[in-house]
Nanobody, 122 residues
Framework: QVQLVDSGGGLVQAGGSLRLSCAAS????????VGWFRQAPGKEREFVIR????????YYADSVKGRFTISRDDAKNTVYLQMNSLKPEDTAVYYC???????????????WGQGTQVTVSS
């Protein structure tokens, strides 16, 4: 069992930055695939970014390439989402997720944080 706690959201102006955190407890994330998803009002949840914990390789949605990065702190069992050059269209609730396979992660079948609101004003 994995418990995930998302934090770090807030209100920021366009062009600004935020860093989200996803702290895990219950299990060490070293064997999991971890990612961030987001859901804007009236829209379906979408994939943002993920990392293969063991290898460190990251995969990005086209909409965030060059602006968002994902990193991890093994000692803290925490994953971070650094968001730069934010745009109003990045406004959404952001969720971190963890699963033991890429398929499960992308299908939404893993563990989920409670979400954190990110609002980007123009």
């Amino acid at each position: 069992q994995v418990q995930l706690v998302d934090s770090g959201g807030g209100l920021v102006q366009a062009g600004g930055s935020l860093r989200l955190s996803c702290a895990a407890s219950g299990r060490v994330l070293s064997t999991y695939y971890v990612g961030w998803f987001r859901q804007a009002p009236g829209k379906e949840r979408e994939f943002v970014i993920r990392i293969n914990w063991s290898g460190g390789r990251a995969y990005y949605a086209d909409s965030v390439k060059g602006r968002f990065t994902i990193s991890r702190d093994d000692a803290k069992n925490t994953v971070y989402l650094q968001m730069n050059s934010l745009k109003p269209e990045d406004t959404a609730v952001y969720y971190c997720a963890a699963a033991q396979s890429v398929e499960s992660l992308l299908a939404g079948a893993g563990y989920w944080g409670q979400g954190t609101q990110v609002t980007v004003s123009s």
